[in-house]
């Protein structure tokens, strides 16, 4: 299985380096994760159980996650190119700070849109897997990961509450890797 | 342990784009702004830092063309430690720091025409917006999306190879460069796979010329015609006249192809350039000094560059470049054509690159220089949307005490302004309703000049446009957004 967690935002931005800053975090503690179950637990990596609104089942044992290979990306923003990324993985996980969420970390399954913004280069998480769909074929299994954020201005350099979402966020995405999958869904 | 985990709408920090229609008692426009935030908070930021951290550091400036600002800066820390502008440095760092520039302008440039431009090109800007965007260029033109996807990448691939690494590079340093390019990754970039090599990069970006050369020859009126205004141009040039990206001498142009500046030192930009305030935008209005601000304003990027260049040094855009000049005459004023200059840039920067993959220097050892220490240094470069300036103070302690950034869409405000202006007054006059094609045409008159919001703004990848029309006492008598 093939899995991709890419981070977006702007280092530069405070609190909108989540994205960026997670996949460092995820960098730190690439061995651990590849390592599987055993390797993640000698680091103190605990699989995390969760429940999500959509119906997500619980993840798979650690003991029988399947073999794995883990890219592991940050962009300021998401573009075209991102949709060639996602034809090339099972499945991706987008990660951004969000601004306007309950507190803590959310994750939900992204289901293809064609909705693109007016100007900037930007597409969203669901306008990229359209976009996978319609130039590759590729049916990935595709989730959202937002951490909230609480500064937004320029400087380097996370709000403490973002922090502690930041080590929530890390946590359960190491939990997701070590399973070898979110259990939830794809969203069609 | 449990984490709950819901589902939400995502938001970000927005920016967005404000337009403002002003209608006079006879139902007339009167006036149009474009109102674009932009914080200037960056240049405080720098303040206080190192020096030779600035060229990493305002990357963080762009998530579109972190490169350019990370070699204007480097440019700008040549003077700096005293290696000298352009010539002062050693072969490799040069066509390094080129390199990386040319993919720099591929991907930008591609990216564009895929995203921005086809979209417009392929089902008209009347289209319904929900046919007319990136999508709907993959399910009319797959080919077009994947070639445009698969030459993002490969600038992209040129970036990493020549600056370390896709984002935050660090390839430029004050004096010159950190790395030289591997024989591997040259190979990598001339024979990669998927296609990923240097000649089907030169051949797709042929492509997309004759792309757009077909859709004018049936569409001439309109390309020709849409917000065609006079007005001055400015970018650097080579000295003796040819296009040059990356380094040159700033010449300026009017509407009827006088020479208004010409090869000026960039150090002085400050003696020609100045910048107006006012009081409804944040951002700056550039003029040039000799003309005042209202004769002074001018237009940066591809439409510019194609316009003070004399040449372009490389085979097939020159054979370009004299087509384009044939039909378009000696200056260019026509906003549409933008897009004809930006796809024979992109031509013009995969045949640099492969030119450049070919060139032994770029093994060479030999990757810094300095000299004596200067207290203030200014880099220019010709970023994919036009002139970026970048100027430093540096105290004796190395650390900035002034910066003072010009970036390309600030140089484009008032060209901006215009355009929404053209087009507010040929389609809104006498209007009570601001319609889907009005906004259509907005978008595309803004479109054209590729402004790079989240370099001028806080956009962090939203980007709204909202139009508003009031009537001559304020009143409110319509608005419209759209995402």
Same mark, same amino acid.
């Given at each position: 299985m093939k899995i991709l967690i890419l #981070?977006? #935002?702007?280092? #530069?931005?405070? %609190?909108?380096?989540?994205?960026?800053?997670?996949? &460092? &975090?995820? &960098?730190?503690?690439?061995?651990?994760? &590849?390592?599987?179950?055993?390797?993640?637990?000698?680091?103190?990596?605990?699989?995390? %159980?969760?429940?999500?609104?959509? #119906?997500?089942?619980?993840?798979?044992?650690?003991?029988?996650?399947?073999a794995r290979e883990i890219d592991l990306a940050w962009s300021y923003e998401l573009a075209a190119d991102h949709a060639y990324d996602l034809a090339r993985h099972d499945l991706t996980i987008f990660v %951004?700070?969000?601004?306007?969420?309950?507190?803590?970390?959310?994750?939900?399954?992204?289901?293809?849109?064609?909705?693109?913004?007016?100007?900037t280069h930007a597409m969203t998480p669901a306008s990229v897997l359209a976009l996978a769909r319609e130039l590759y074929r590729a049916k990935p299994e595709v989730h959202l990961l937002t951490i909230r954020g609480y500064r937004w201005g320029l400087g380097e350099g996370l709000s403490p509450g973002a922090a502690d979402n930041l080590a929530a966020a890390a946590k359960l995405v190491e939990g997701i890797l070590t399973c070898g999958g979110t259990g939830m869904p794809p969203a069609g | 342990m449990t984490t709950k985990i819901t589902i939400g709408p995502v938001t970000r920090v927005e920016g967005h784009g404000k337009v403002t229609i002003q209608i006079n008692d006879k139902g007339e426009v009167e006036q149009s702004r474009l109102h674009i935030v932009e914080f200037r908070g960056f240049e405080r930021f720098v303040q206080g830092r190192p020096y030779w951290e600035a060229p990493v550091l305002v990357q963080r400036l762009c998530g579109i063309c972190p490169v350019s600002h990370h070699l204007a800066a480097a440019k700008a820390m040549d003077v700096v430690v005293g290696a000298g502008t352009g010539a002062g440095l050693t072969p490799v760092a040069e066509k390094m720091r080129r390199l990386m520039h040319y993919g720099q302008i591929f991907q930008s440039h591609t990216l564009h025409f895929f995203h921005l431009a086809s979209p417009d090109l392929l089902f008209g800007y009347d289209a319904d917006p929900a046919k007319r965007n990136v999508i709907g260029v993959a399910l009319e033109n797959p080919e077009l999306a994947r070639h445009a996807v698969l030459m993002r990448k490969w600038g992209q691939e040129v970036i990493a190879a020549t600056a370390g690494k896709k984002i935050h590079g660090t390839g430029a340093v004050p004096g010159g460069v950190n790395k030289n390019l591997q024989p591997e990754e040259r190979d990598l970039l001339l024979a990669g796979p998927d296609s990923m090599n240097a000649d089907t990069m030169v051949e797709w970006a042929l492509s997309a010329?004759?792309?757009?050369?077909?859709?004018?020859?049936?569409?001439?009126?309109?390309?020709?015609?849409?917000?065609?205004?006079?007005?001055?141009?400015l970018s650097l040039v080579r000295k003796d006249g040819a296009l040059d990206l990356y380094h040159g001498v700033i010449r300026a142009i009017d509407s009827e192809g006088k020479r208004i500046i010409d090869d000026v030192d960039y150090q002085d930009y400050l003696l020609y350039i100045r910048e107006e305030v006012r009081s409804w935008s944040y951002m700056k209005f @550039?003029?040039?000094?000799?003309?005042?601000? +209202?004769?002074?304003?001018?237009?940066?990027?591809?439409?510019?560059?194609?316009? =003070?260049? +004399?040449?372009?040094?490389?085979?097939?855009?020159?054979?370009?470049?004299e087509e384009y000049k044939a039909a378009t005459g000696r200056v260019n004023d026509r906003c549409m054509h933008t897009h004809w200059a930006r796809l024979i840039e992109a031509l013009h920067a995969a045949e640099m690159i492969r030119s450049l993959l070919r060139d032994p220097d770029l093994q060479g050892t030999n990757l810094c220089v300095a000299g004596t220490r200067e207290k203030r240094g200014v880099g220019v470069i010709e970023a994919p949307r036009g002139t970026l300036f970048h100027e430093y103070?540096?105290?004796?302690?190395?650390?900035? =005490?002034?910066?003072?950034?010009?970036?390309?869409?600030?140089?484009?405000?008032? @060209?901006?302004n215009r355009a929404v202006n053209f087009v507010a007054r040929a389609m809104m006059t006498g209007k009570q309703k601001i319609t889907e094609?009005?906004?259509?045409?907005? +978008?595309?008159a803004i479109r054209a000049y590729d402004p790079c919001l989240s370099c001028a703004t806080h956009a962090a990848g939203r980007m709204p446009l909202e139009i508003t029309m009031v009537g001559p006492e304020g009143d409110l008598i319509d608005r419209r957004e759209t995402d």
């Open positions: #981070g977006f #935002g702007n280092p #530069g931005r405070a %609190d909108d380096a989540l994205g960026p800053l997670l996949i &460092e &975090e995820l &960098e730190r503690r690439r061995a651990a994760i &590849e390592g599987g179950a055993p390797a993640a637990r000698a680091a103190g990596i605990q699989a995390v %159980d969760y429940d999500a609104t959509a #119906g997500a089942a619980q993840p798979a044992s650690p003991a029988v996650a399947p %951004d700070a969000a601004r306007r969420q309950a507190e803590g970390v959310r994750l939900r399954s992204v289901r293809p849109s064609r909705s693109v913004t007016f100007s | 010329v004759a792309f757009f050369k077909d859709y004018y020859r049936s569409h001439r009126e309109f390309i020709d015609n849409f917000s065609h205004f006079p007005s001055n141009h @550039p003029f040039i000094k000799a003309l005042g601000p +209202e004769r002074g304003w001018y237009r940066v990027g591809p439409l510019a560059r194609l316009n =003070t260049a +004399e040449f372009i040094p490389s085979p097939l855009a020159q054979r370009e470049f103070e540096v105290s004796e302690s190395d650390q900035i =005490t002034m910066c003072n950034l010009i970036v390309s869409t600030t140089n484009n405000n008032e @060209p901006m094609p009005m906004m259509n045409a907005v +978008e595309v």
